[in-house]
């Protein structure tokens, strides 16, 4: 592989330090639940790799013959992507009627470790063990709908409709991201975000 393309990983990975959790900022617009994704660097991290994850799932699908043809493969593309909106929209409401809670900041980081893992076992050819990854992390999405829910003020529907377009487009960054460089190491680069980021005072 040219691994002068991994020179590119860096600008996806980049976001300012601050986390998105509660007390980051005021929350109440469709802007801001657009910009808000895009200010956590752990949950931009979880949700570029659920979209590299999503991508190389499928593609082991089409390889493998389990897909009849390219249309079926764009319909479970679809279909994961829904499924990961929907994990997040519902723990956006809940984090928004529960509020915050202990734990939730150890399981989004725990996240981004089990997405990379799924990342780096689809070279590995172990699909079962990549599936059930898969299954977690889209499960996994939930906590960080969680933690913006309990930052959300005011309205919640207009905050959620603009996180939700944002957590779309990141994710579809990372399908394209799959294609781009095609490499175990992309998993790597997740976790090592991951613990990068757990450092940061």
Avoid: C
């Amino acid at each position: 592989m040219n691994f002068s393309r991994l020179l590119i990983l860096p600008t996806l990975f980049a976001a300012p330090a601050a986390l998105a959790h509660p007390g980051h900022m005021a929350h109440d617009s469709i802007v801001s639940g657009m910009l808000h994704p895009l200010t956590g660097l752990d949950h931009l991290i979880m949700l570029l790799g659920l979209g590299i994850l999503i991508s190389r799932v499928t593609r082991s699908l089409v390889n493998n013959d389990s897909v009849a043809n390219s249309n079926s493969s764009i319909k479970i593309k679809l279909s994961l992507f829904i499924a990961a909106l929907a994990s997040l929209a519902i723990g956006l409401i809940a984090g928004n009627v529960i509020g915050a809670i202990t734990g939730i900041e150890q399981i989004i980081a725990a996240s981004i470790f089990v997405v990379a893992l799924g990342v780096w076992n689809t070279f590995n050819h172990r699909e079962p063990f990549t599936r059930r990854l898969l299954i977690t992390s889209i499960s996994l999405l939930f906590f960080h709908g969680f933690a913006h829910g309990v930052e959300a003020t005011g309205r919640l529907s207009g905050f959620g409709i603009g996180m939700l377009i944002t957590a779309v487009a990141i994710m579809f960054v990372g399908e394209r991201v799959s294609y781009l460089v095609a490499s175990k190491w992309l998993g790597v680069g997740i976790a090592a975000s991951g613990i990068a980021l757990m450092a940061m005072p």
